[in-house]
C-alpha cells in the first residue's frame, strides 16, 4: 500500500522530529508500506486560494489555478492511505496542516487515515479530534486507536524510540488497520 505520511509542523525549530522519524523509520522497515513523507516545511504551500471548492472544481470538471495546489493533489491522489502526525497548537492542529487538507477534494476519498500526535499535557489528543471531524467531512475512512505522545520529549529514549513499552506494537497495529481498511475499500471501489 502507497502510505503518504503527513508531519504536521514546519515552523523553524520544531520539536516533533523525534515523533515523525519515528513514524517514517517504522513504516518504512515494515515491508508492507511504499512510503511518501510529507514535510510540509519542504511542501511550503500558500494559502489556499482558488475560487471553488477542490469537491466543486471536480464535479465542475474544472482545473486548479494553482500548479502548487494542482500538484498537491495529484500526490495526495497517488496515495492509498493517510498518517497524519500532528502537534497540538491551541487545542487544535497547526493550520499548515489544516491548509493542505483544505487544498484537496475527492482524491483524499475512501482512504484510510490513522493519527499520531505529540504535544505536553494532553498529547495532542485535542488536534486529533479536530483533525478526525475534518477528515471525516473530506471522505476519509477512519481508523482507531490514535497514538498520543505526553511530554513527548521525554516519551523517548537516546535510540529515537519510545520508552513505554508497547508503543511499537501499537504503531504495527496501526499499520495493520491501514492495510484491512485499504483491502476492504478498494475491494469495494473495484466491484462497484
Ligand atoms: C503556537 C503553539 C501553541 C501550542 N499549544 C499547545 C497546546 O494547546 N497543547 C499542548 O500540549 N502543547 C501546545 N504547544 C506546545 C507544543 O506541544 C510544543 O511546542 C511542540 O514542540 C510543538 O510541536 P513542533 O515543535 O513539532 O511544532 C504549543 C506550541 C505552539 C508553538
Given at each position: ?181 485499504h483491502g476492504i475499500f478498494s475491494a469495494s471501489k473495484n466491484q462497484a
Amino acid at each position: 500500500m502507497k502510505l503518504m505520511i503527513i508531519w504536521g509542523s514546519s515552523r523553524q525549530g520544531r520539536g516533533g522530529g523525534v515523533v515523525s522519524d519515528w513514524v517514517k523509520r517504522h513504516a518504512e522497515a515494515d515491508g508492507r508500506l511504499e512510503v511518501d513523507f510529507v514535510d510540509l516545511r519542504e511542501l511550503n504551500l500558500p494559502f489556499f486560494d482558488e475560487p471553488l471548492s477542490p469537491f466543486t472544481l471536480a464535479s465542475e470538471n474544472k482545473d486548479y489555478t494553482n500548479a502548487e495546489g494542482k500538484a498537491w493533489a495529484e500526490r495526495v491522489g497517488r496515495a492509498e492511505g493517510v498518517l497524519l502526525i500532528t502537534p497540538e497548537y491551541n487545542h487544535g492542529p497547526p493550520a499548515v496542516l489544516k491548509n493542505a487538507l483544505d487544498w484537496v477534494g475527492r482524491e483524499w476519498l475512501d482512504k484510510p487515515v490513522a493519527f499520531v500526535s505529540y504535544g505536553s499535557t494532553a498529547g495532542g489528543a485535542r488536534a486529533v479530534e479536530q483533525l478526525r471531524s475534518i477528515t471525516i467531512e473530506l471522505g476519509l475512512i477512519q481508523v482507531a486507536n490514535p497514538i498520543h505522545f505526553f511530554f513527548y520529549r521525554q516519551a523517548f529514549g537516546e535510540d529515537g524510540e519510545p520508552a513505554h513499552p508497547g508503543t511499537n506494537d501499537n504503531l504495527k497495529k496501526m499499520f495493520d488497520e491501514l492495510l484491512r481498511l485499504h483491502g476492504i475499500f478498494s475491494a469495494s471501489k473495484n466491484q462497484a
